[in-house]
């Protein structure tokens, strides 16, 4: 019997510190986490207002992140899915596929209620880094932990300071728990950033 693939095997209980730590910023730092927040924070900058801000970036979160990651927690909970992570790359195409549609009417609400320009153009960075995502996913176990990472520390420093690509060491730590966790490899987590930076933060900087 030969051995799982580390690209393609359950999460596994974390029994050393390195372990422990790896897990802890998987969780911490998952793109279910970073995909909620980041619309926040830019409704807020866009808009110069707290509430206004938390109530578009809320909207925002709720098709782009939100929605879709609760239909990934269902399948789990279902057992059609390995783990809310989606750790099967065979498995990650439909989730994918489907949370982009919800992107994508979470998109057309934002256009239709004239949301403010910064976060309709995260919204439309989000869906065509998560479209190239899926394509690639498809094919090969890209990391969308690093990818999400990647593309929260681009629009921060676009948006807030250029000091925030300091924000990097975030994504390195990111990138480091899915190898740590076997759950990656370093050429995926690599690639995931990789896109992470070249269509969610190079769309970002394009359109807001």
């Known amino acids: 019997m030969t051995a799982p693939s580390d690209t393609d095997r359950p999460e596994a209980r974390p029994k050393t510190f390195p372990d422990r ?20 924070v ?12 938390l109530a578009w970036g809320l909207l925002a979160s709720l098709f782009s992140a ?11 909970r279902q057992g059609r899915l ?10 990650r195409t439909k989730p994918l596929a489907v949370g982009l549609v919800l992107v994508l009417v979470g998109l057309g609400l934002l256009l239709v209620l004239h949301a403010p320009r910064e976060l309709v153009a ?14 690639v996913n498809h094919f090969w176990k890209l990391s969308v ?3 999400v990472a990647a593309a929260t520390m681009a629009v921060l420093a676009l948006a807030l300071c250029p000091a925030l690509l300091g924000t990097a060491v975030m994504v390195a730590a990111v990138a480091w728990s899915r190898v740590r966790l076997r759950d ?17 933060g ?5 359109l807001r």
């Open 82 to 91: 390995s783990d809310r992570h989606i750790g099967r790359r065979e498995q």
């Open 145 to 147: 932990h690093a990818a």
């Open 66 to 76: 939100i929605l879709p990651y609760s239909l990934i927690w269902y399948g789990v």
């Open 202 to 206: 190079l769309v970002f900087a394009l």
């Open 122 to 135: 995260l919204v439309v960075a989000h869906f065509l880094g998560g479209l190239v995502a899926t394509v």
């Open 21 to 40: 730590l790896a897990r802890l910023l998987t969780e911490v730092f998952a793109p279910a986490v970073l995909a909620s927040l980041l619309p926040l």
């Open 184 to 200: 990656h490899t370093t050429p995926q987590v690599i690639a995931g950033a990789v896109v992470g930076l070249l269509t969610t």
């Open 42 to 53: 830019i409704g807020v900058h866009a808009t110069g207002s707290a509430p206004r801000g």
